[in-house]
């Protein structure tokens, strides 16, 4: 089974940066799509971020030229760089994927466990 573990989050100030990563394991797999989500306290999960496996990035309004999303193939890893936070930004940030197991065939779309991200003074 593929797993996904994000690391990174934490409580910024605002204006500060913090660089998010998410991991990919397990065997014999590859990966389509990358991309990051977040949920904000009463609010619907939201795309922040995704990227294809040839590095082709798309990015939700609200973050474009703040957030970098960016990928390792090699490591099968996934990194959110997010500069000039604000406290509008907090939320759980989760890392998700989809992609095919190489013997089967048999595809996946899974979620990391997600990885707080609090801006505040």
């Known amino acids: 089974q593929v797993q996904l573990v994000e690391s990174g989050g934490g409580l910024v100030q605002p204006g500060g940066s913090l660089r998010l990563s998410c991991a990919a394991s397990g065997s014999r797999f590859s990966i389509n799509d990358m991309g990051w989500y977040r949920q904000a306290p009463g609010k619907q999960r939201e795309l922040v971020a995704s990227?294809?496996?040839?590095?082709?990035?798309k990015y939700a309004d609200s973050v474009k030229g703040r957030f970098t999303i960016v990928r390792d193939n090699a490591k099968n890893t996934v990194y959110l760089q997010m500069n000039s936070l604000k406290p509008a930004v907090t939320a759980v940030y989760y890392c998700?994927?989809?992609?095919?197991?190489?013997?089967?065939?048999?595809?996946?779309?899974?979620w990391g466990q997600g990885t707080l991200v609090t801006v505040s003074s």
């Open positions: 998700n994927a989809d992609g095919y197991y190489r013997l089967s065939l048999r595809s996946f779309y899974i």
């Open positions: 990227i294809t496996s040839g590095s082709s990035a």
